[in-house]
């Protein structure tokens, strides 16, 4: 059965205090892990897509990388508009399984 | 392109009620998807069509049905609710195995 791990649960960081957000899975015939951010009710929005072991993404702050058994999110100097719930997900076929989501806040 | 749009936003039942939350895309998209979020658990996916006319059963399907006569929208149909499918729903799309964007979410209680 694919599963999706996602930890911490919680994050709480400083105004720039940098951190990483880790999400590790274990599938067969993987189709590309996605990283999501989603804001208190709203729904999830797309960040990166990543789909080999040694590929890397960078967005503002933000950058991912993936291994053969997990992505770490990196967040680089976060700031207070940062605080989000993110969210992995890995696609097998045409299914996409989530994690549960790391919960970060950021204090000014 | 207004993208992924659901309806209602929020919506009160009470056990035994039926109702169809709806979902539409304007990007031309073949494949849609139905997800449910509930506290510690994560999204999980509940239907899936890969194009008009053909749909397939997720990881929690029972309680639910679905159909997908157009591109365009892709209904989700609760036939007697109960409480444990009190929940916010997502309604997702993407082309083929790229990226799924996702719809603003529909909140239900089930009483």
């Known amino acids: 059965e694919d599963q999706v791990t996602q930890s911490p649960e919680a994050l709480r960081l400083q105004e720039g205090e940098s951190s990483s957000l880790n999400c590790s899975y274990t599938?067969?015939?993987?189709?590309?892990l996605f990283w999501y951010r989603q804001d208190p009710g709203k729904g999830p929005e797309f960040l990166f897509t990543l789909y080999s072991a040694g590929e890397e993404k960078e967005k503002e702050r933000l950058k991912a990388t993936l291994t053969k058994k997990e992505s770490f999110l990196h967040i680089t100097a976060p700031k207070p508009e940062d605080s989000a719930t993110y969210l992995c997900a890995v696609r097998v076929d045409y299914k996409l399984s989530f994690g549960a989501g790391t919960t970060v806040t950021v204090r000014a | 392109n207004a993208g992924v749009t659901q309806t209602p936003k929020f919506q009160v039942l009470k056990t035994g009620q039926s109702m169809t939350l709806q979902c539409a895309q304007d990007?031309?998209?073949?494949?849609m998807s139905w997800y449910r979020q509930d506290p510690g658990m994560g999204l999980r996916l509940i239907h899936y069509?890969?194009?008009?006319?053909?749909?397939d059963q997720g990881e929690v399907p029972n309680g639910y049905n679905v159909s997908r006569s157009t591109t365009e929208d892709f209904p989700l149909r609760l036939l007697s609710a109960a409480p444990s499918q009190t929940s916010v729903y997502f309604c997702a799309s993407s082309s083929a195995l790229e990226t799924q964007y996702f719809g603003p979410g529909t909140r239900l209680l089930v009483l």
């Open positions: 990007m031309n998209h073949e494949y």
């Open positions: 069509s890969v194009g008009a006319g053909i749909t």
């Open positions: 599938v067969s015939g993987l189709r590309g």
